[in-house]
């Protein structure tokens, strides 16, 4: 009853607000859109627009919903699969990585905790929020499901004591925000952009030789989620440097090419471009070749 009344305000007070009062970054979204879908023509990005909006709406209502809902209803809205083979290869390695991205509620993802064997903790790593009453309800959300939180800067010392005291974890990582310039070591294209990632995930399963999945985020139905956890690489020391972070772009963007109304398409994520990259630091970058949609799942 009460996600129903969360979906009932969603739909008729934060998705008209958000989308036609506060306009809330309609230009970013626009611009996003039509770059991302240059073949689309201007209806249909528009339907694509709302569609967005009264998603971002939903998701808001799921993470308010989150504070209260059980962990069976947790667990009929949120199914996994491919999770015998995570635990099997946590087990084999002492632990592995996780990446996710910013698709459907990605605050329900913390549940994956729900459905690895009982002796594997799941820890999520976030960016600490600059509004300290906000960055505590977040941390209350994403730890209801029984994992543990771990501000990003304090992440490797956490990695060592995990891994000194033989606890198996897994470690939940959001990939897709937009680096900072002096992070910008990776560039590919994205959604016919050039564009950086994020290469710390491939960098730390690199160092403790973890393996790498990366949750395929789909919606049946509104308020269910399908995740499907699919191995990126098991031994990411024999691949290239950058192939595991080229990898896990090919498969966001087919993840994000399905149900493109599920991405947080709010986010500036192409607010730098290559040529805005200080002189000083371009001789960091790595030319990659275009993403590619084609591998639908892939493994080293």
Known sequence: MLLRLLYLFADLVLYPLLCYVVRYRRRVVRQNLL??????????RRRLMRRFYRQFATEIAEMAYGLFIS????????????????????????????????TGCWEWMASLQQHV???IVECNVYRELK?????????????????????????LRQ???????????????????????????????????DTSFLDGSEVLARKFRYPVFFMFITSPRRGYYHVDLRLLAEEVGALDEFELTGRYVRVLEQNILEQPHLWLWTHN???????????????????????????TNPQP
């Open 35 to 44: 770059r991302s879908f240059p073949e689309m023509d201007e209806r249909e």
């Open 71 to 102: 962990e069976e209803e947790m667990a009929r809205r949120v199914e996994m699969t491919n999770i015998e083979l995570v635990n099997s290869l946590t087990r084999k390695y002492g632990g592995s990585i996780v990446m996710l991205s910013h």
């Open 117 to 119: 064997d009982k002796d």
């Open 131 to 155: 509004n300290k009453r906000m960055d505590r309800l977040m941390l209350r959300l994403r730890a209801r499901r029984g994992g543990f939180c771990c501000e990003k800067n304090r992440l």
């Open 159 to 193: 990695m060592v004591k995990q891994r000194s005291e033989h606890q198996l974890t897994i470690y939940g990582m959001l990939a897709d925000q937009k680096p900072s310039p002096n992070n910008m070591h990776f560039w590919t294209t994205f959604l016919h952009q």
């Open 269 to 295: 994520r192409w607010k730098w471009r290559r040529q805005d990259i200080p002189q000083g630091l371009r001789t960091n970058i790595t030319e990659t070749q275009p993403a590619s949609t084609e591998q």
